[in-house]
């Protein structure tokens, strides 16, 4: 079992949808929990992170970790086509200061005009 | 500042030869990171370094060596490559944890194939 799963699409969704994209993981110890966004032929960005369980705002994205159910959230309102790309959980354990990152797999989203 | 740059951008290498990738951040981070990215698998850490002069292995670092001569350059080596090497690698650097996310900064990925 991976240590963290993520549905790989893809996901296609017309403009102006509500996207709701997902992750479960298995380590307790993981502290941080972020999402990545990554253009076709570029290096992944990171989009936002979250340290604790709840929501976190940042214009039309929400993120949400629910700890107790290993599950983070990322919600996209207002769905554009720059929107269209390839969104990648991840969660990291401090190892010497250092943040060690595991992926999820990455789901390829598409949102059509 | 031009961030996190790779080189080269693409390489096709036969069997069995070898070749080094180039990372180079002009961020002054301490921490600087390397990754593969194959379809379905996500990206995974081969090595990474918290230092000039340290490094570490990472999930997959077997069939890689790397080297962090100077604060601002982490080199990855393959000495045998093998086709499983055929990925996308990212190299990335961020700053030491200070009570918060310590952001990884990405390259724009070199692009391997071997045959």
């Known amino acids: 079992q991976k240590e963290v799963e993520q549905d790989p699409g893809p996901l296609s969704v017309p403009e102006g949808a509500i996207v709701s994209l997902n992750c479960t993981y298995s380590n307790s110890a993981f502290q941080y929990f972020m999402w990545y966004r990554q253009y076709s032929r570029k290096g992944p960005e990171l989009l936002m992170y979250?340290?604790?369980?709840g929501n976190k705002e940042d214009g039309r994205f929400t993120a949400q970790v629910d700890k107790s159910s290993k599950y983070i959230s990322l919600f996209i309102r207002d769905s554009q086509p720059s929107d269209s790309a390839t969104y990648l959980c991840?969660?990291?354990?401090?190892?010497?200061?250092?943040?060690?990152?595991?992926f999820g797999q990455g789901t390829r989203l598409t949102i059509n005009p | 500042n031009a961030g996190v740059t790779q080189t080269p951008k693409f390489r096709v290498l036969k069997t069995g030869q070898s070749m080094t990738l180039l990372c180079a951040q002009d961020?002054?981070?301490?921490?600087m990171y390397w990754y593969r990215q194959d379809p379905g698998m996500g990206l995974r850490l081969i090595h990474y370094s918290v230092g000039e002069g340290t490094t570490a292995k990472g999930e997959v670092p077997d069939g890689y060596n790397v080297s962090r001569l100077k604060k601002q350059n982490f080199l990855l080596g393959l000495e045998s490559a093998a086709p499983s090497q055929t990925s996308v690698y990212f190299c990335?650097?961020?700053?030491?944890?200070?009570?918060?996310?310590?952001?990884?900064?990405f390259g724009p990925g070199t692009r391997l194939t071997v045959l």
């Open positions: 990335a650097s961020s700053k030491p944890l200070a009570g918060g996310n310590n952001e990884q900064f």
């Open positions: 991840a969660m990291s354990e401090i190892i010497q200061g250092a943040q060690k990152l595991v």
């Open positions: 961020m002054n981070h301490e921490y």
């Open positions: 979250t340290y604790s369980s």
